[in-house]
């Protein structure tokens, strides 16, 4: 097996994938694209509603269990995250957003001052979108349709979902046909990763048209331990492979780390770069001081409101086995059906306190109730809806640490979601604004109840009460080894994503951004990795 390569990407999730790619066939260069997960191709993962299926329990997800959260009473949550080439583009519900203008221009008003010229502003990304997306419906200035990675209007969309679109616009809010368009305000029906019902991942839309290829050398299964750190300078990756077998590659050129918000730390820490005082703690030695690795865990905290349905609206009971073969059947014979849907179809951008500003919250429509461990007991199986309110631009902030030095040992996870009392406020606004919605028509006369929160404590301490029991991650953690301004010690990378005080070493996944995007997170990783490779070819 070869050993040396002139560049190695740790981790083939939607970051790694795209970058991988772009340096094999336009740089030319010998990659080695270290995935410690397994192959995308599997059916479940392919079809669109596959996400109900890996998100409570698949060797496809690692599962992150938080630290008690002192301010949710002690509380701890799962935080899935793939464990699949690909990475979240092959397990997530496909929804296709950037995130808005905003977001990239404020990233570029934090690093434009940085010496290295790298221009982060919403016209410097965009291009990057748009060469990635192949949409089926829109081609404009935003918009294009010959970059790999399929972008689709929803091959099914239930009533419910429609209904839940007319009610809002009853509220007042304008009917949005592309949340990724000029504005995000407004309500409408998302797009997504997929064509013809099957997934459109980083690893299809990628890495496929590379299976032969010499230049790129793909491991599965085949967990980085550490990187080597020599004279300053990344100069390889000690991994092990799926039969537990210890190797050492060699990296001419850069080593890209792409590991995933939570996993990018440990890997930084294990090697030697992180905060010094903790890397001691675990009796490993210290490469580089670098306080911000691990620090600074931002995630999109989401909370849901579930009703049941006064008829038999939504898609089908869960155990409903005949509907489930039929739907297959269907799904299997003619491509078409509920199965080419992943449930979320519909969804809003609000601001509940001041419909003039930028949205706060984003609302994910299901017409199902979604029943997981935290609503089992409380909700019947039967049909409804379950409407989830995000805040979409959080000010809570959470940490990453080493458990231990064992590289096979998940980290310590803390994200503090709704610890900050504005996030609190504009949870509350946001459940507030969509209860009005279930009640509204013409969706009000075909709820029958709304399950939680319950109807009859909507004041502010027991809607507290409630966001506090039931928020969770919206699965898009991010921030925990940003970049900044020149001068900010809490900096880990640069504007170029250069690791600082360590040559050869660069991070592309969400861990390196600023700030979170208002909106999923999944687009924006690849535009990541899209940027990156530009970075490392000296564009």
Not at 237 to 264: M, N
Not at 442 to 464: E, F, Q, T
Not at 496 to 509: A, I, S, T, W
Not at 520 to 538: E, I, K, Q
Request: net charge neutral.
């Amino acid at each position: 097996m070869r050993d040396e390569y002139d560049t190695i990407v740790v981790g083939g999730g939607s970051a790694g994938s795209v970058c991988a790619a772009r340096l094999v066939t336009e740089g030319g260069r010998r990659v080695l694209l270290l995935e410690g997960g397994h192959s995308h191709r599997h059916p479940l993962l392919d079809m669109p509603p596959g996400i109900f299926k890996m998100i409570n329990g698949s060797r496809f997800m690692h599962y992150h269990t938080t630290e008690p959260q002192d301010h949710l009473d002690g509380r701890r949550h799962d935080i899935p995250q793939a464990n699949v080439l690909g990475g979240g583009s092959s397990v997530n519900a496909q929804v296709y957003m950037r995130g808005r203008p905003s977001d990239y221009d404020a990233w570029d008003r934090v690093l434009r001052g940085n010496n290295d010229g790298a221009d982060w502003s919403w016209g410097a990304v965009l291009a990057h979108f748009r060469a990635m997306e192949d949409n089926n419906r829109l081609l404009n200035d935003l918009h294009g349709v010959d970059g790999p990675m399929k972008v689709s209007d929803p091959g099914h969309v239930d009533r419910m979902s429609r209904w839940f679109v007319q009610a809002v616009q009853a509220l007042g809010e304008p009917f949005n046909p592309d949340f990724n368009g000029p504005t995000q305000r407004g309500v409408g029906f998302y797009q997504f990763m997929n064509r013809d019902g099957k997934r459109s991942s980083a690893a299809y839309a990628y890495l496929a048209a590379l299976e032969r290829n010499p230049n790129l050398t793909l491991r599965l299964q085949s967990r980085a331990e550490r990187l080597l750190i020599e004279g300053g300078r990344a100069t390889g990756v000690v991994w092990r492979d799926r039969g537990g077998a210890l190797h050492e590659s060699r990296a001419r050129d850069e080593v890209i780390v792409a590991a995933g918000a939570l996993v990018t730390p440990k890997l930084l820490m294990l090697s030697g770069i992180g905060p010094a005082d903790h890397l001691r703690e675990h009796g490993i030695g210290v490469a580089l001081d670098a306080p911000g690795v691990g620090a600074n865990l931002i995630d999109h905290p989401e909370v849901p409101m579930i009703a049941t349905a006064s008829g038999k609206f939504g898609y089908y009971r869960q155990g409903d086995g005949w509907r489930m073969i039929r739907n297959g059947l269907q799904f299997k014979l003619f491509g078409t059906g509920p199965i080419t849907s992943a449930g979320v179809e519909a969804g809003a951008f609000v601001n509940p306190t001041d419909p003039a500003a930028e949205p706060s919250i984003q609302a994910f429509c299901v017409p199902i109730v979604y029943l997981d461990r935290d609503t089992l007991s409380l909700v019947a199986n039967t049909h409804g809806m379950t409407i989830t309110t995000v805040v979409v631009k959080p000010k809570s902030r959470g940490w990453v640490r080493l458990r231990s030095a064992d590289p096979a040992a998940m980290p310590r996870v803390s994200p503090n979601l709704l610890a900050h009392p504005e996030d609190m406020a504009t949870m509350i606004a946001g459940q507030r604004f969509f209860l009005r919605a279930f009640a509204t028509p013409p969706l009000a006369s075909r709820i029958r109840a709304v399950a939680i929160p319950d109807p009859a404590r909507l004041d502010d301490g027991a809607l507290a009460a409630h966001c506090r029991r039931f928020v969770k991650t919206n699965y898009h953690p991010a921030g925990t080894a940003r970049m900044g301004a020149d001068g900010d010690p809490l900096a880990v990378l640069d504007a170029r994503m250069r690791v600082r005080g360590v040559e050869g070493l660069r991070v592309c996944d969400m861990a390196a951004v600023p700030d979170i995007n208002a909106g999923n997170t999944n687009a924006p990783a690849m535009m990541l990795g899209s940027r990156c490779a530009d970075f490392v070819m000296g564009r």
